[in-house]
Each structure stands twice: as C-alpha cells, then as structure tokens.
C-alpha cells in the first residue's frame, strides 16, 4: 500500500504542476459559485421585501433545499457539465508515460502493474476530493444559511456526485492506456461517456437486451441520489463500472507487455465484462435492492399506510399486474417496451417494490378501436382503409412490428377493454380478484399513491364504500363531462379524482324502478328538475328512517322539488336566491366562507392550516339559495359554509343579471342583514348508528367546470364524500411539511457572498495557483 500511495501522491502532485488543473478548479469553482450564491441572494431579496410587506410571511411555499439546490438546479448544471472536464484530467494518466519515455522503466521496475494502476486512480481520486471539497463548501453554506435544512439530501447529493466523477476519471483511464497521443484518450472518453449515457435509450424495445443497456446506462444514475435517496443497485453499478474500467486498464497494460494470442487477450476483456453485468443484474434485483431515503420528510417512501396495505398481501399467493396497451390508444409512448424501464417500472412501480419485491409483471399488446366513442376520427385519418390496415401503418410510423400486437378479436378473448375506452391501463390481480388502475391525460399520467392504496384495497377485499346517484329526474349525470354534470368527481375513469378511482364503488339508481340497496353507504340526489314521484319519494323517507346517509342539492327556482322531501330532515330551502354583489362578478356568483365545523368531515380538513388559524377560505357557489333549520326531526345541524350579513341578501322575487343590479325590495319579501347558512350538515343517532346526511343550496358548486377550476370546491365537495362514507376513502396519507422555507441570511449579507463566491476565491486560487506554477517553472 506505501508504493501505491507513493504512486498516488505523485500523481496528484504532478497535476497541480499543470495549468490544466487549476483552470479546472477556478471554472467548476466560479460554476459553483455563480449557481448558489445567484439563486440565494434572488431569495434572500423576496424574502426581505416580504417580511418588510407582511407580518403575517409564513416562509416560502416550497422547500428551499430542495429549490435551491435541485429544482434551480444547482446539481443538474455541474453535474451535466463534468464531461467537459474529466476527460482533459486524464487523458495523461498513462499515454503521459509513453510520451515522457517512462514507460519502460516504470513496467520494468519491480513494481507490480497493479500497484501502478491502483496508484495512479487513488490519485486522481484525491483530485476528484477536491472537487467535491468545493461543491462541499456550498452543502456546508447552505445547511447555515437555510433554517433547518434537509442535509440528509444534501449529504446524499454529495455522495452521488463523488461516485461519478470517479467513475468518468475509471473511464478516462482506461482511454489514456489506448493511444500514445491525449487528444485522441480526451476525445475516446468523451465518446465513451457519451455513450454510456445514451445506451439506455438503446434497443429498448427487444427483450433480449433491455436490461443489459438500461444497466449500463450513465443517464440519471445520480438523480434519485440527488434528490435524497440511496439506492444500493445505483451505487453498486457506480462500484463495477469504475472496477471495470480499472480492470480494462491493467488487461490492456498486460497485454501490451505479452505476447499472447489475440482470442486470450479479448477474453480477459469478456471475462471480466461478464462479471460486472452479472454482478449489477443481481444487485438490480427487487428482492436485493436496498434503500435510504435520506430527506427529512421522507418524500420518497411511500406512506405507512400503503406499506401496512402492501404487508397485507401474503406471500403464498402472487400479485400479477398487467399493463394493457393499445397501438391506436392513448398512452401508446409510455406503454411501448422502450418506456418499459425508466417511465414504468422506475418511475411508476420501484417504491412500490421496495417493499413488495415480488410483485409479477405482465404486458399485452394490442391494437382495437371503438368508433361509437371516438367519433369514427381514426377512420377519417385514414379513409376507407380497415382497422389491420390502419393498425399496419401506425405501426410502421413508430418503427414496431405489427405481430407484437394482438389483433382485436385475439384480445377480446383475453379481456374486454371497451369499458377503459381502449387506453393504457393496468389491470391486478390477486387471489381471484382483480382492480384496474388507470392512467390519466394530465402532467403526471401515472396513477399516485390515493389511486394505488384504492386499487390494493380492492385486491385485499376490502368492503368499499358504495355511493348511489339517484336519476330519472334530469338530476346531474355521472357519466356526461358537460359543464353542469358530475361525472369528473363521480364515475369519469379519466379523473384521478372521480370516486370511482380513489376508493368508491359508483352506481346510478332509478327510484321508480329500483329499490335503494341495504347496503349503500351513501345516496345522492344531486339538483333534480321534476317533482319527484309518489314512488321515489316513499323510498327516499324510508331511507332516511333506517338511519341512511343522504347528500342532496338544489338550485334557486327548484327548491319546491326537493322541500317535501326536505321538511321531512328538519330543513327547508329559502324561495328566493342569494346575491353577492362585486365589482367584476354577477351578483349570483356568492363566495361564502368556510367554518370551522368543516374540519370535522375529513382528515384532510382537520389538517387544514387555514382551518385551524381561523384564516378565511371561500369557495363558489353560482346561484344559491339559503337553509334554514327547524330541528324537528331531532337532527343536528352544523353550518359549514355561510355569507357575510354585510355582503350578501337574499332577493325573493325573479333575478335579472344580464344588466344592472337587481334591485332591493323588503315589500316583495327580500332580505338583508342576516347571514346565510348555504351548506349544512346534519347528524343523528338511528339504531346505534350516527346518521349522516348534507344538505346545499346550490349544485353548480359541485360540477364539472367548477371542481376542474377551483381547489377549494374539489376539496370541500371531496371532504364531504369522505364524511358521508365515515373516513374510508379517500385514505389520508399526509406528509409532513417542509420546515425549511426560511433563510437565515438577508440581502445585503448574500450580495457580499456572492461577490465573494464568485470573485474573491477564484481570485485567491487563481493567483495561488500562478505563484506555484512560476515557481514550479523557475526550478
């Protein structure tokens, strides 16, 4: 070991003799420097004028460590960057003897090849230590300067970017020993990096050898570790790379110095590829990978609550998923074999396996069409031509063989697909029982955790909350994505929200026909337009006296509909509508503010900030009435959204909007001065059950349009579903939140650093740097 490192320190020794490396470590310095300080002093400059501006600053809304540091990026640039630079270090290691004329008298000492090669990468390393010195001076910076910062990210991030830098300096050493002449070991590298990064991209779409280049791939193997988390399959693979690249070096010495057959010389090569391909497949293996989730918040691990859903399933019997994929459906790019590794089975499905490995994967491709749904657009892009066809020539546009793909009478024999309009979706199963889990048109595609938990639950048979919508009243619809209907947050399979993907069974129930099942969890008649009939109105008392869960909603002009059954709660609707004038609004779009009794529907509401510190929160409710409670039939009522007295009235007569502002008539029943109860909840005990039903005077609150646009809405609507069904669903997997959204730095102080960053210390080590090499020169 004294011989290595004896090599090793003249290796480093001798870099610093070069101008190469200083200019090295000004640029990645200043790179540094320009990166942090800018992106601090930007925040500290906000977070100034905000704390001047308000005494009520809460911090930024995001974590800074993570902003600062990721998301700005201050790793992404360095590390993207370090290509450039690697290459010109080591592009000496070895060609540099051959140059110099020490090659033979270095082979020929007694020296093992070994210790040579050994000495000259330790030696780089103490170089490459430097390098992470300087990024260090920033982590170090920015744990002061962030209150209470996540350094377990930072201290992973710093760890992630060690590895590679000392595997492109394996890369470059091995380039050295090819050529005589640097130039040609710089440009080898930089070639060899470059396809390192890029192989993964590579014939991903044949089985035969997707593993083997998504493993050799040098693309984002650093990013889960600069985003906090550890994973033993991205160090190890940073291990072997680096160990065959060594091995590459001393096999190439070797056999420079043997006269041996061309056939043994490649085979030491192989040899040793094979190892290290064997060694990284088995360690990317599920079972034997390990994880360390190194954040403060632990924001890449799934909650407690799905792993103890996860523990649930049992060993003896396999979890098998299936991703379905049509050629001519949506999500085609992120279900082809090529998306297999990186978007699918990393990005999707690894947290999951973290702590179910044995989770079995299948894949069935195939190509199908329902034009009653599309419209027939597919036959109008190619006219006249048959759906194989059609099939034939998308498939020639994504460079695939038409024969991977089952042909639509061969996968209606496996599955039935219609009723998922013929999209990616994954369908599980375990034990007999079986839950799809869909992708969505949005910017995170991928089902999250709720739609997970949702689906796992139904595999484990867990009994799921059943919610019926009563129709046959031109009520709002479950299944129509029009403006006014419900189907977004009820039974549309293509909202991540609906009820029907994050827990609920969903069902339409029409009372002239049909008998409220016994086992309904709630019932909901949502703003029905015609008197209810006889019928339905005995069915719907009944249900209320069993002790049912009931939500129902009305719009102003159709309180008469649902009073009766109203009167029959201990509540009437108010005759009239609720105005709120504004200045940029109709009068009818009233903006009433949520109680505090709302943090008794859900978890989710229970946690909420604003609820707890009394801040107000408003949501919309276009064209609403009042409710007002009698407390005859022994309910309790709490009032969960109401009006200012000073804000709104209550106009009974007919209301015009299109023009000026209906005017105020006490004569003609108006009232003002009072404020309105517009959502109402009511509870009671029946057969040692609570009761539970809601009450509002407005249904346009809860449609399409509004629950797409307006958080608030979503989140009141939702928490009162939840309510209804006793907490089951949606499952509440809260995270804790990110404390460090404070800097401790103002502006003045990180205007100084960033001076001194990015001028005053290159400066130093410039001038260092020029003192020692004219001494250098000089002797």
Known sequence: MKVIFSIAKNEFRYLFYSPIAWFFLIVFLVQCAALFSGTVYNFAIVQEVSINNSSSFGGFSTALTKEIFHTKPFFHNIISNLYLFIPILTMGLISREVNNGTTALLFSSPINLRRVILGKYIGIMLYNLL??????IFLVAGIVEIKHADYGMLLSAGLGFYLLICTYSAIGMFMSCLSAYQIVSALATFV??????????????YDFVRDLTYFLSLQNRTEKMTNGLIVTKDVIYFVVVTFLFIAFSFIRLQNNRESKSSFLKMSRYLAVFVVVVCIGYVSSRPALTGYWDTTAGQIHTIHPKTQATLGEFSKDSTLEVTLYTNLLGGGLGEGLPEARNSLYLDGLWERYLRFKPDIRFKYEYYYDNDPA????????????????EIASEVAMVIDANLDMFKAPDEIRQVIDLKPEEYRLVMQLKYKGRTAFVRTFDDPRFWPDETNMIAAFNRLLGTDMPQVGFVTGGLERSTIKTGEREYALHSAYKGSRGSLLNIGYDVDTINLSSQDIPNDLTALVLADPKMDLPPIAMEKLKDHINKGGNLMVSSEPGKQYVVNPLLSHLGVQLMHGQILEPTLNETPDKVLPLLTKACRGLSEAMAASRNLKSGDTI??????????????????RADSLAVTLADKTWLKAGPVVIDSILPPFNPMEGDISGQSFKLLQKLTRTVNGKEQRVMIAGDADYANNLRISMLPANSGMLMSSYSWLVYDQFPVYMPRPQPKDLFLTIGERTAYYQKIALVWVLPALIFIGGTVLLIRRKRK
């Open 373 to 388: 749904k599309d419209d027939s657009s597919l036959y109008r892009a190619f006219p006249g031509k048959p759906l194989p």
């Open 131 to 136: 390098l992470l010195l300087i990024v260090a």
């Open 618 to 635: 408003k949501i919309l409710m276009p064209g609403v009435t009042g409710i007002t409670v009698t407390g005859e039939k022994g309910f």
């Open 192 to 205: 060899a990096i470059f396809i390192l990064t890029h192989i993964g991209s590579l014939w991903q779409r």
